[in-house]
């Protein structure tokens, strides 16, 4: 804190002197500077220059007397509260003493001074300058602290407005994407289910009064499931992606374009005055989905199935236009894939059926009304079995007992082959162990049909589990499948045949000769068995000689000529596969087949299709011949 001053002014150096000596280093009270003044021109420049706690005036001083002093000193801001203390040497001039009162004056002393009063008195004002001083120092810092508590407190303030403002859109931005997850798809950003049946229903309503058509497009992918199943989800969810933005790009800004889920997909158009643009739109989504999509460093190649439903023609409500639609859709990837369906009444009756079909296979699934019978392939040297094929027989409560060529090929219309083909593994793995238990005298391979359908990466492990859940070696069981669902994806066909190769299961190419596949592919499989196909052994009015061989078939063995035959006992032994040839009927055929060569056979010349217990009393020693 700085030492007050205290200002003495005296035209008289000798009293100046006396005065300022006094007053300088008093033995007791505070410290104080004295500084002094031999004018009242010069007092008033130390007061311009310095803060005093009290200043001791002259009165009598030639020029500028102590009271013009005084007025000027009290005039002046800076300076009108300083105390002062006028000293005279006029004793009971009290005119002098109020004048200087009227001043200003705080006190009015007379010479000769008495020093310990003087010191006194300016002890007084001295302490009192110390205390405002203080005040002052307080008063500062109280005003910086409050300076800085307003900082602080807008510090604060920003900062919790801040907090706020972060959290309003932080919450907003969780409102929007909420909003998002609502309505739209998290992978594609397309619309979903939701978003599409409101939008679809407010259209409705427009169309309605304004009395125009809409269309719906239902698309999906073609085997869409396979390219997740072999190259992963990454690539899968990649191309649903690309196939979004083409969606997007083929139609209008005011169209709607949703995602149902999966590799299903929507397009609203709306205001379209006839057919015929809705055709253009559609081909144009098929063409582009047509093109293959470059996923990464991953080529696919897949196409878009498309069903299309019309207001009001095929429905007045959303639930009905998207019912008719994906009806509409399943019909066009049954034709052709990649190809458009828009979509008719009969459809519907074609869905009923298909509906009742799959509740009927479902039925028949947790009901046991499937069955296997089995059909022995015979050693054409030895006449012994050498397996036996197992056949699906469903005991249906209307049919009453149907074969699988009555069937079948509906399941695989309806996506019904994979459920039906475990049931027929795990039912053949468990006929063996009932087999093997029972000590029947025979130990033979059983065929299972393999539809293309159950060729996915899970298909060994499925085997795997019948065969461990009945306890019966990878050898009694075999796997057939056509000759044409082979050459169909030779190199997803492939890639399942090797691991069930190596897990110790035969495999047969069935209906062999009719697919025309190649020897190069063939080499390519890891295969045991041929089967020919049936047709090149069918029964014909009329003698046929194969020229080449000199061999002289049976009259009305084969239709047309057995070179065919003999080419493909050819390429059996080139790649050393065995050959059975199916469908034989008569003895005249089995003889010209063991004439070709051929290894086995099996037909209803030996036996027809039969339940288990009618095989094993079939296949006792003393009957086979």
């Not at 309605?208 to 698309?219: N, P």
């Not at 191309?239 to 299903?264: I, P, T, Y």
């Not at 079948?408 to 309806?414: F, H, I, V």
């Not at 399942?496 to 025309?516: P, R, T, W, Y």
Request: charged share 25%.
């Amino acid at each position: 804190m700085p030492i007050p001053k205290v200002l003495v002014v005296n035209d008289d150096k000798a009293t100046l002197l006396a005065l300022s000596s006094l007053l300088t280093d008093p033995p007791d009270g505070p410290k104080y500077e004295v500084i002094t003044a031999q004018s009242g021109e010069e007092a008033l420049r130390k007061v311009l220059k310095y803060t005093f706690a009290v200043i001791l005036l002259d009165v009598s001083m030639p020029g500028m007397d102590g009271f013009e002093t005084a007025e000027a000193i009290h005039s002046h801001p800076r300076s009108a509260s300083i105390p002062i203390i006028f000293i005279t040497a006029f004793y009971g001039d009290e005119l002098n003493r109020l004048k200087g009162y009227q001043k200003g004056a705080a006190d009015y002393l007379f010479a000769p001074v008495i020093p310990k009063v003087v010191q006194a008195k300016v002890a007084v004002f001295v302490e009192l300058s110390q205390k405002n001083l203080e005040l002052e120092r307080k008063t500062l810092e109280l005003e910086a602290l409050n300076r800085d508590l307003r900082v602080q407190r807008m510090q604060d303030l920003e900062r919790v407005n801040a907090a706020l403002e972060t959290e309003i859109v932080e919450r907003r931005q969780a409102e929007h994407r909420a909003t998002e997850l609502a309505t739209r798809d998290a992978l594609t950003g397309l619309f979903n289910r939701r978003s599409l049946l409101e939008r679809l229903e407010h259209a409705i309503t427009q169309a309605a009064r304004r009395k125009e058509g809409l269309a719906l497009m239902f698309l999906d992918l073609d085997r869409f499931k396979d390219i997740n199943d072999t190259l992963g989800h990454e690539v899968g969810d990649g191309l649903l992606k690309q196939v979004a933005e083409h969606l997007n790009a083929a139609v209008r800004e005011s169209d709607m374009v949703a995602r149902l889920g999966g590799d299903e997909f929507v397009v609203l158009l709306e205001g379209f005055p006839d057919t015929g643009d809705v055709v253009k739109v559609a081909k144009k989504i098929v063409k582009a989905n047509a093109e293959p999509h470059m996923i990464g460093e991953q080529l696919v190649k897949t196409s878009a199935s498309i069903g299309i439903s019309l207001y009001p023609q095929d429905g007045t409500t959303a639930e009905a236009l998207l019912k008719n639609a994906d009806v509409a859709m399943y019909h066009a990837k049954q034709q052709e894939r990649g190809s458009i369906q828009f979509f008719h009444e009969e459809l519907n009756a074609y869905q009923r059926q298909r509906n009742q079909f799959e509740g009927e296979v479902q039925h028949a699934l947790e009901n046991d009304e499937f069955e296997l019978y089995f059909q022995p392939k015979i050693d054409m040297e030895s006449s012994q079995p050498t397996g036996v094929e197992a056949l699906l027989y469903w005991h249906h409560p209307r049919l009453g007992l149907i074969g699988p060529s009555e069937f079948l090929s509906r399941a695989t219309q309806c996506g019904q082959t994979i459920r039906i083909g475990e049931w027929v593994i795990f039912a053949a793995c468990a006929q063996a162990q009932r087999w093997r238990d029972a000590d029947v005298p025979f130990e033979l391979p059983i065929a299972v049909n393999v539809d293309i359908s159950q060729f996915q990466p899970d298909l060994f492990k499925t085997i795997s589990s019948a065969l461990d859940k009945h306890g019966v070696r990878s050898s009694c069981l075999q796997l057939e499948v056509t000759e044409s669902m082979v050459i169909r994806d030779v190199k997803k066909v492939a890639a399942v045949f090797q691991e069930v190769s190596e897990g110790g299961i035969g495999i047969a190419i069935d209906g062999f000769g009719a697919g025309f596949s190649s020897l190069a592919v063939l080499k390519t499989l890891p295969i045991s068995i041929l089967k020919i196909d049936p047709c090149f052994v069918r029964d014909h009015d009329k003698e046929i000689c194969d020229k080449a061989s000199g061999i002289v078939a049976p009259e009305n063995a084969f239709p047309g000529d057995t070179s065919v035959i003999s080419a493909l006992l050819c390429m059996a032994r080139a790649l050393n596969l065995r050959v059975v040839a199916e469908g034989v009927e008569t003895e005249r055929q089995l003889d010209a087949l063991k004439a070709l060569g051929c290894n086995e056979y099996q037909g209803t010349l030996f036996s027809e299709p039969l339940q288990a217990d009618e095989l094993v009393r079939r296949l006792q020693p003393e009957t086979v011949s």
